[in-house]
């Protein structure tokens, strides 16, 4: 197998894990065995190594930082041999970062990225101990922390039949999308097919309706031209109505619709005229009839007026008893003077008896004649007695002539209110004749009596009453058209419906037929993909089963020779059901239990599992017929993973797998390495490191021995 293209030419530490002084330990491309005792950072170099290509996802990346490290960055720099010059990979962790950052840069220290380089990095093994960690241009198959089963692709390069299994996965591949795609036009027949369905169940719904009451009405069913011959000849009666004409070649559905409109045209016309003179009629019979009450109402308050002006008079005539107003006033003159004449007389003997009273006096205060104030007080009291008899009297002569000139000022009043009324209703009687007279269409001077008003007002009712039957009538002609045109439609519509009918179920069953083709084309190509990927599959397993017997032999072989293995020490791929690497399983078996085979998860310890999961690599490496561009075997304390007792055996792998990886090997059995490594590797391939003593504070000491 060619070696890779990059080989690690150095490392170099500072703060991470034993090494806290930045220290670099030169590899110059070659093999590097670190011998020295437990605990002095020999580890540590091989974490190191494999820290800066992959970080530590697994973990906090806090626990590789050095402990007594304090300066800055916890980081490792690989120096790679490769195309150009020397290549860097530097991995940093800054103080108090949760993640490090790694960075590449080419000999011209341009900085680039991981992709263009190592496309496909990987690595397998344990999460401690051995590695093989290795790159290629295109994907191997391989996953980070890789189990047995990714040897796959080296098998088949083995077999020579490196293109089957990447013509397996574009086969299924295919017929992934091949069953994507018959599974998308089955679903979207069976969706059309549904829209289809429901359309068809809605038109037979609605033939179900209409044909509960058939617009023929009795009888058998009428065809499409048996209804359009029916059609057309209502339409012509509608347009002879109205006077229009009917275009011969004009279709059935639009023929009706032109006579719907033509009726309605017609009963609109009709309708307006009728309505016309009948709120003629109503209106005038209306006003007559108003005329004819206000009339009535004027001569019954002419007659009333009339007969109270008679009474009024005959009431005035008793009241004024001959006199006139006048001497009625006189006479009330005449009394108001006597009445003020006896008042005063009257006013002044109260005066006197007062004064004489009051005073005695000898003699009259009013013309001094002398006399006794006995006497004069009696003559005074005299005069008061018979003057008080004659005022009351005045006083209600007075009273009774007043309350009759108040009566007949009122009788007058109302003579001049009743006659006032009767002029009035005399105009308005006047007025109401003239508006009569107008309304009839007659001249001002004709005579006109109540009989013939009355009459006139009949015969306007009576023609009321023949506009409104024949506006009925009328009514009546344009509802018997309207659903007659009604009828005529749902009629067209049933053969819509129906033409929808069987036109639907047309489409339900032959419209689909190129949809179902391309479904059955379909269907056979991914059967014919199917029995392809069957048969290439079953070849493929045929050549793997013939292949799996010499196989289990290298690998147990190679697994003997590694691990000394005694209890199981056979190594078994099984083929499970299925086809390729994917159906691949890795058992062991004893020679003591031939019939039964085990998982190694089962019995194996973790020293010959950790084996067990490189023994592909040792097997299958040197088919790999590419250049990978990095291949480093890292072997952390071999007797963790392998068996040390026969060194020869380990040290013969390792140079087998050194003919194409670098390997980086750090044991502390150099009493055991060290003497036997130059009879399998050249001098000038590798490099043997030793490690001397180990300060916490500073980091281990080391020298190359050669």
Not at 601 to 616: C, F, H, I, K, M
Request: hydrophobic share 35%; net charge negative.
């Amino acid at each position: 197998m060619p070696r890779a293209k990059f080989r690690l030419d150095s490392v170099t530490i500072e703060g991470f894990k034993g090494f806290a002084d930045r220290q670099t330990i030169t590899f110059s491309g070659k093999h590097a065995f670190l011998f020295g005792k437990n605990g002095i950072g020999k580890s540590s170099v091989v974490e190191a190594i494999r820290w800066c290509l992959f970080g530590l996802a697994e973990r906090p990346e806090s626990e590789v930082r050095n402990a007594y490290y304090a300066p800055g960055e916890c980081q490792v720099e690989l120096a790679l041999q490769g195309p150009g010059g020397i290549w860097h990979i530097r991995r940093r962790l800054r103080p108090g970062a949760e993640r490090s950052r790694a960075t590449i840069t080419n000999p011209a220290g341009q900085e680039v990225l991981q992709a263009q380089v190592f496309p496909y990095l990987a690595r397998m093994g344990p999460k401690e101990g051995t590695h093989v960690i290795f790159a290629a241009q295109q994907a191997t198959g391989r996953r980070p922390q890789a189990d047995v089963s990714d040897f796959h692709k080296v098998l088949y390069s083995y077999l020579h039949l490196e293109e089957v299994p990447d013509l397996l996965e574009r086969l299924d591949k295919i017929l992934e999308e091949q069953k994507s795609a018959r599974e998308d036009v089955a679903s979207e027949i069976e969706e059309i097919e549904e829209e289809i369905r429901e359309k068809l169940r809605q038109a037979e719904f609605s033939l179900e309706e209409l044909l509960r009451n058939p617009p023929w009405a009795e009888g058998e069913m009428p065809t499409y031209a048996e209804t359009e011959t029916r059609v057309r000849s209502f339409a012509q009666e509608i347009a002879d109505l109205a006077s229009k004409s009917l275009g011969a070649d004009i279709p059935a559905r639009e023929a009706l619709e032109q006579a719907e409109q033509w009726c309605q045209g017609l009963a609109t016309a009709n309708r307006q005229e009728l309505q016309g003179k009948l709120g003629q009629q109503r209106g005038k019979a209306a006003n007559l009839r108003n005329l004819l009450q206000a009339l009535e109402r004027i001569e019954k308050n002419q007659a009333e007026a009339t007969a109270n002006v008679a009474i009024s008079e005959k009431e005035l005539a008793s009241v004024c008893d001959g006199r006139t107003t006048e001497d009625l006033q006189k006479e009330i003159e005449l009394f108001k003077t006597q009445m003020h004449r006896s008042a005063s007389k009257l006013e002044i003997a109260k005066y006197a008896e007062q004064y004489c009273t009051n005073y005695s006096p000898a003699e009259c205060p009013a013309c001094l004649t002398r006399c006794g104030a006995k006497r004069l007080i009696e003559k005074v009291k005299l005069s008061i007695e018979q003057g008080t008899p004659e005022q009351i009297a005045s006083a209600e002569k007075l009273e009774s002539l007043k309350t009759t000139h108040a009566k007949v000022l009122e009788l007058n009043s109302r003579l001049d209110e009743l006659k006032t009324e009767i002029q009035r209703a005399e105009q308005g009687h006047d007025s109401t004749m003239t508006q009569i007279r107008a309304l009839l269409g007659v001249s001002n001077d004709a005579l006109l009596s109540k009989e013939y008003i009355t009459t006139y007002l009949s015969s306007i009712d009576s023609s009321i009453h023949t506009l409104e039957k024949t506006l009925d009538s009328t009514e009546s002609s344009c509802a018997q058209l309207r659903k007659r045109t009604e009828t005529f439609r749902s009629e067209l519509r049933f053969h819509t419906y129906r033409d929808k009918q069987q036109r639907i179920q047309r489409q339900l069953t032959s419209g689909l037929d190129p949809v179902r083709d391309q479904l059955r084309e379909l269907v056979e190509l991914e059967n014919t993909v199917h029995n392809i990927r069957e048969t290439l599959g079953q070849a493929l397993n045929e050549a793997i089963d013939r292949a799996l017997p010499h196989l289990n032999d290298m690998m147990t072989d190679v697994y003997q020779r590694l691990t000394g293995q005694e209890s199981f020490e056979k190594i078994c791929i099984q083929r499970t059901n299925g086809y390729g690497a994917q159906s691949l399983q890795v058992r062991v078996g004893s020679e003591r239990i031939p019939d039964q085979l085990f998982d190694p998860e089962d019995v194996l310890n973790g020293q010959a599992n950790s084996a067990l999961r490189l023994v592909p690599y040792f097997v299958f490496s040197q088919f790999q017929a590419e250049a990978l561009e990095l291949d480093l075997l890292l072997i952390d304390d071999p007797s963790q993973s392998f068996d040390t007792s026969h060194i020869d055996f380990l040290l013969q792998e390792l140079a087998d797998a050194g003919s194409h990886a670098q390997l980086i090997i750090a044991t502390h059995e150099d009493e055991r390495f060290g003497p036997q490594i130059n009879h399998y590797f050249a001098t000038d391939e590798y490099e043997v490191i030793g490690f001397t003593k180990f300060d916490v504070k500073k980091g281990p000491s080391f020298v190359v021995d050669r």
